[in-house]
């Protein structure tokens, strides 16, 4: 990524500490609509609304910090995502992304498929009504209790992830009396993330079977053998912020590769191949994300490509999108607590989360944007990392911006698409009580994930 070091104003040295910096917007009180939920603008008084409801009343009813979901958002992206592919194929969100009760409603309501990949990731799914046979169950190391309530309760289909896992399930769906639908999760060589892919070696890893050394044509013909199984495809998942289409297609090639193999082994053609998710969002406006039309066109052409040089049947195409359908429709809004300029290198903000809200931070070095939010300033821009409370110098939630240099306690400010593993992967680290989930739609908002609070820890605590 291309980004210029740029001199933030007389409060910080001329040369700027090592680091990437966008050079700072020509005007702080402006909102990429590329990184900001669909609703969201700044109104009239300068204060940003989402839904039409201003963040500053939302900070009032509910506090902070806390994540805001934009619901008309997220309900235009599903259906994008389910339009673009159309009757052919079938869209799987992934509910590790972010899985709330309201949120597979919604994904029923707007004709989508859930992936869960824990027990209670399905209890989630099944407790809001979605229906078994649109869930897809996932997992590197599913217990017996987990399979035996995903068969039972008639899930579409179990993606198989290991020999063991092969044996397991058709043992379990055998002694219930079912046959249960699957797909094996494949490694095909290729890890890709954001504009790179690499094709060697990535077999190296705890998910799926190998393609290579013929480890998945033997997977694929245990499974064939055993009664309590119906073998319906292949799944390949090969990384995530993916905005490069070319690791899919050596993914598509290997994995059309094997189903070849697999009609002149055994005389059968799988009807399903699975891709997976890892489409990419924007979290900067440096990131140029592709919209769901465009990844559909370019995924069923490829398929269809190697299927026709193979000369097999097309299979019925599904992706597993979860960052690209919630990333972008929720920010997390926090209060600004201490502002400590650091002489010749930055500013640092304090805000009243941190690491315990976010981690992809730390976890990844994820990059994101962050924005005043509760009024505009005509101050100069200054350099800023943007941190939070805890108890450890790796607490970073932005690590390079700009906002303005009169910022100041108790100012509101935003770190937009933190829509897709932030809730999910929040901890309780010092005893943080984990924000809630406000959904935004039609005027008002209201709590889908409430605030955890003293009593909830204290709860757990039994000793
Ligand atoms: C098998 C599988 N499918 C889908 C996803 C969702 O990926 P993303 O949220 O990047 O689209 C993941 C993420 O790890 C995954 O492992």
Excluded at 35 to 51: K, L, P
Excluded at 56 to 72: K, M, N
Excluded at 258 to 269: F, N, P, Q
Excluded at 381 to 397: A, F, N, T
Aim: proline share 5%; aromatic share 6%; hydrophobic share 40%.
């Amino acid at each position: 990524m291309s980004r210029s070091a740029h001199p933030a104003g007389p409060r910080h040295a001329d040369v700027l500490p090592e680091g990437h910096y966008a050079a700072p917007p020509a005007d702080l009180n402006t909102l990429d609509p590329k990184v900001w939920a669909q609703t969201v603008e700044r109104g009239a008084d300068g204060v940003v609304t989402v839904g039409g409801i201003p963040v500053t009343r939302i900070a009032e009813e509910f506090g902070t910090p806390a994540y805001v979901l934009d619901e008309a958002d997220f309900r235009a992206r599903a259906r994008a995502w389910r339009d673009a592919f159309g009757q052919d194929a079938d869209v799987f969100y992934a509910g590790k992304a972010f899985l709330s009760r309201a949120v597979v409603r919604w994904l029923d309501e707007e004709g989508l498929n859930l992936d869960v990949c824990s027990g209670t990731e399905l209890a989630t799914a099944l407790s809001a009504g979605m229906p078994a046979d649109r869930i897809a169950f996932h997992g590197n190391n599913k217990s017996a209790a987990e399979i035996e309530r995903a068969v039972h309760a008639g899930v579409g289909r179990i993606v198989l992830d290991s020999f063991q896992e092969i044996v397991r399930v058709a043992h379990i769906a055998q002694s219930l009396g079912r046959r249960q639908r699957v797909q094996i999760r494949i490694t095909v060589g290729v890890e890709a993330h954001t504009h790179e892919f690499i094709a060697t070696a990535h077999e190296d890893q705890k998910f799926g079977i190998p393609l290579a050394g013929g480890q998945a044509a033997e997977a694929v013909r245990r499974a064939l053998r055993l009664d309590g199984l119906e073998l319906i495809g292949i799944h390949s998942h090969i990384g995530s912020q993916i905005f490069d289409m070319s690791g899919f297609e050596v993914a598509a090639h290997r994995v059309v590769g094997l189903l070849k193999d697999i009609r002149d082994e055994h005389g059968v053609e799988l009807p399903e191949i699975d891709l997976g998710g890892g489409l990419g969002i924007a979290y900067t406006s440096d990131d140029d994300p592709r919209e769901p039309h465009e990844i559909a066109k370019a995924l069923t052409e490829i398929v269809s490509r190697e299927c026709e040089a193979a000369k097999l049947r097309t299979p019925r195409i599904s992706v597993e999108p979860g960052r690209a359908v919630v990333g972008p429709t929720a920010f997390t809004l926090y209060e600004v607590g201490t502002v400590k300029p650091l002489d010749g290198l930055r500013t640092y903000v304090s805000v009243d989360g941190g690491m315990s809200d976010n981690i992809r931070t730390a976890l990844y070095d994820a990059e994101y944007s962050v924005a005043l939010v509760s009024r505009t300033s005509d101050a100069e821009p200054m350099l800023v990392r943007v941190v939070g409370k805890h108890c450890e110098s790796g607490d970073i939630v932005v690590k390079d911006a700009f906002l303005p240099a009169d910022l100041a306690p108790g100012d509101l400010i935003a770190v937009p698409a933190t829509g897709a593993y932030c809730r999910s992967m929040a901890s309780n680290y010092n005893h943080a009580l984990r924000p809630p989930v406000l959904a935004v739609a039609d005027g008002e908002a209201r709590v889908i994930v409430r605030r955890e609070t003293e009593d909830d820890l204290l709860r757990l605590d039994v000793g």
